[in-house]
């Protein structure tokens, strides 16, 4: 460790709590899949502009899983293209 | 009306949360027999207690401040999100696993692994604490997950209870089938539950994302069930492509129960 750098122990208990907080919410969220996080949120944006006319809304119940199914498929295929240790 | 989950949804809610939350309590309990073997059941018994209610406060806490503070149609948008990622994760790595491309949950190398820890630290000093402890971190962190899957299956569906009650009857079954397995948790086909549970968390993420933005299903809440089927044939292709792309036999099917029997 650094010199002058304070061990984690040395934190206040909230500044502990804020830093387990947002550690778990970016390996619940994100973790080594980030290509996941994005994907998705810019699928349902995708949905949400299309929805925006209201005679292509129940066409989006086509279109959503289609591209969700396209998201786990392209990151499926990525993480296949490297061989198991 | 789409906004309610009526028919098919309680039972689809009931089978994600029980599975998910099975999954997660088989890999606390390797850790809670771990600390029972080598600190002593007494403190590792009391750190599971004290995990459990600490998880329920949380539910009982957070579940009814959601539903009566945040629209329902932004809580929607926002919990399918969640569910949307959080199960694509899930499958992704369930397909990966089904595939042989990547290692699966090995419980009896968790166990030893956590059974060396624990020896090798000093035995005299703090054992009652170091287990309280160490089983009280196993239990809590991985409830923590299945927290936000009863939150954000139970709000979102009116029906936190059910959500609770389901993770709850999980919790038994999973202590109950620890007693009788003792330490052959790697029997449990935990792939093929991750499996199904990845499969019905992304198919509620897609409906109440698709809810939250305007989306039309056909059919309402029964769009659930096929959307679970359309994705768990796209999981059966991808492993069965990734199998022959592979020059495996395709032995690795997606539901197989004996997926993490290697």
Known sequence: ?85 | MTGTVTSSGPLVLVVAVFLASSVEMVEALTIVLAVGVTRGWRSALEGVVAALVTLAALVALLGPALVHFVPLSALRLVVGGLLLIFGLQWLRKAVLRAAGLKAKHDEDAIFAEQVAELTAAPPSEGRAATGFVVAFKGVFLEGLEVVVIVLTLGTTSHHLGLAAAAAAAAVVVVLVAGLIVARQLSRVPENAMKMGVGLMLVSFGTFWSGEGVGVHWPGADLAIPVLVAVYGAVAWALVALLDRRDGHTVTSAVGAGGADHG
């Open chain 1, 1 to 85: 460790m650094a010199e002058g750098e304070a061990p984690s122990g040395s934190r206040p208990l909230v500044a502990r709590w804020i830093v387990g907080f947002g550690h778990f919410w970016w390996d619940f969220l994100i973790g080594d899949t980030p290509e996941l996080f994005v994907g998705a949120l810019v699928v349902v944006g995708s949905v949400a502009l299309l929805c925006l006319d209201h005679s292509l809304r129940t066409a989006a119940a086509l279109v959503l899983p289609v591209l969700v199914a396209a998201l786990l498929g392209a990151s499926v295929w990525k993480a296949g293209r490297k061989r198991p240790s």
